[in-house]
T-cell receptor, first 112, second 114 residues
Framework: GEDVEQSLFLSVREGDSSVINCTYT??????LYWYKQEPGAGLQLLTY?????DMKQDQRLTVLLNKKDKHLSLRIADTQTGDSAIYFC????????????FGAGTTVTVRA | DAGVIQSPRHEVTEMGQEVTLRCKPI?????LFWYRQTMMRGLELLIY????????DSGMPEDRFSAKMPNASFSTLKIQPSEPRDSAVYFC????????????FGSGTQLSVL
């Protein structure tokens, strides 16, 4: 979606950390999400963060939210080949939490 | 549960033909969403239903597109007549309480209109 922007590609070496960045425009979004899409499959929810939080950690995943700059990031520690996928940032609609606007997706390629 | 089931996985048709995409949401989920994914426009929400009732169809591109949900376990997205620019991957997703809870996606239907 137009309101959510992400870089299109990221290449990372196996074992390194990956950081995927996203900017959004709707400061009243209640929730922000990270979804993962593997080839030939639908999107899977990885994690989400409530807008009053700055950080959320879930095993190898760390989400950072900077509300002032409307910037969201996803850090994947110890990146594995199975992490190769497209990662989508999404925000909930200001008037309707049930509507999500997705970014164009960041294609992450993990090289050995 | 088998997850959200979409059929067909692939559809190739000629311009002008009618296309019907099908979706079976996860049992018990009361929200159903239809998304379209293209390289140019990314992932777009076309329409969503709550308890089988269409709530927001503002994303439906044209009158050629229609969606129905006759019961809690089945929905269709129809394109009539189809055009080459409709070529995309169409995803169906369902959830228990809309976007706040987990949105479960189907594997998608790859539509090619020649």
């Amino acid at each position: 979606g137009e309101d959510v922007e992400q870089s299109l590609f990221l290449s990372v070496r196996e074992g390194d950390s990956s950081v995927i960045n996203c900017t959004y425009t709707d400061s009243s979004s209640t929730y922000l999400y990270w979804y993962k899409q593997e080839p030939g499959a639908g999107l899977q929810l990885l994690t989400y963060i409530f807008s009053n939080m700055d950080m959320k950690q879930d095993q190898r995943l760390t989400v950072l939210l900077n509300k002032k700059d409307k910037h969201l990031s996803l850090r994947i520690a110890d990146t594995q080949t199975g992490d190769s996928a497209i990662y989508f940032c999404a925000e909930s609609d200001r008037s309707n939490d049930y509507k999500l606007s997705f970014g164009a997706g960041t294609t992450v390629t993990v090289r050995a | 549960d088998a997850g959200v089931i979409q059929s067909p996985r692939h559809e190739v048709t000629e311009m002008g033909q009618e296309v019907t995409l099908r979706c079976k949401p996860i049992s018990g989920h009361d929200y159903l969403f239809w998304y379209r994914q293209t390289m140019m426009r990314g992932l777009e929400l076309l329409i969503y239903f709550n308890n089988n009732v269409p709530i927001d169809d503002s994303g439906m591109p044209e009158d050629r597109f229609s969606a129905k949900m006759p019961n809690a376990s089945f929905s269709t997205l129809k394109i009539q007549p189809s055009e080459p620019r409709d070529s995309a991957v169409y995803f169906c997703a369902s959830s228990l309480r809309g976007g706040i809870e987990k949105l479960f996606f189907g594997s998608g239907t790859q539509l090619s209109v020649l």
